[in-house]
């Protein structure tokens, strides 16, 4: 997603949280930019540390940064993976043009933003359903802040172009992921809903589609295909342990969908 919202000469990106999603998050939003600083910031300094050690042994330009403030008036992206119940990232630290991620808070009661954030920004998500339920979003929507057509695409509208995703270069731009959907090439095929429950991601692939997004795993309550069948590319794996349990793919007329095992 951060390959459509992102300014073109983002610099800098910092990463709030250090779980096991952190460095992969990073990796990904580094395979779409060229970052000259990867900050990272954790509420326990030494595994903010850990991580951006981690990825400065993976040539990733990181450091870890003891001010989140600080951090994210000079970032052009910040990504959140954390599993806050309070707002970290306050839209008055953001400046014009930057680009938001919210992928940890995934709940009703759980936020890393605040109202002004989301209320300020073009907003995008990887699903409406799961995204509008989770507190970044459903906060504001019941205070009144925003509405559900602050949403503006989501993520299988701009891998479709029937979104432009970010319009100019003082756009704020704010990407909501919450739960995994299936963007089906058939429109026969009905939406896959699932239990969310954290696990870890590996291998993501350095490809303009691969985003960031919580991992959950599956749990199918209902799913319709049709007969008709094409071949795509696996951009993304998700894995729990060491075995793959869903598969992201960009398919030949770039439509986007996951695979269940």
């Not at 953001?94 to 605040?114: N, T, Y």
Request: proline share 5%.
């Amino acid at each position: 997603a951060a390959d459509f919202l992102a300014r073109r000469d983002a610099r800098v990106l910092l990463v709030a949280g250090t779980g096991q999603l952190a460095t992969n998050v990073a990796l990904a939003h580094c395979a779409v930019r060229r970052y000259e600083r990867v900050l990272v910031w954790g509420r326990t300094a030494a595994k903010a540390l850990a991580v951006a050690d981690e990825l400065a042994a993976a040539g990733v330009p990181a450091q870890a940064c003891p001010d989140l403030e600080a951090g994210v008036r000079g970032a052009d992206v910040v990504s959140c993976v954390t599993a806050s119940t309070a707002p970290l990232i306050l839209g008055d630290w953001l400046r014009e043009g930057s680009h938001l991620d919210l992928i940890g808070a995934f709940k009703p009661d759980m936020r890393e933003s605040d109202t002004q954030a989301v209320a300020q920004a073009s907003v995008f998500v990887d699903a409406r359903g799961g995204a509008m339920l989770a507190g970044d979003l459903a906060i504001p929507l019941a205070e009144g802040a925003i509405s559900e057509a602050h949403v503006l695409a989501d993520l299988g509208e701009l891998v479709q172009g029937r979104h432009p995703g970010r319009r100019d270069e003082t756009e704020r731009t704010v990407f909501k992921s919450a739960m995994l959907e299936v963007h089906s090439t058939e429109s026969s095929t009905s939406l896959v809903s699932f239990a969310p429950r954290p696990i870890s991601m590996r291998d993501p692939i350095g490809s303009p589609y691969t985003t960031p997004a919580l991992a959950v795993r599956p749990k199918v309550r209902s799913k319709r295909t049709s007969s008709a069948t094409t071949t795509g590319t696996v951009v993304a794996r998700i894995v729990e342990g060491e075995e793959p349990i869903a598969e992201r793919w960009l398919f030949a007329d770039a439509e986007v969908g996951e695979h269940y095992t």
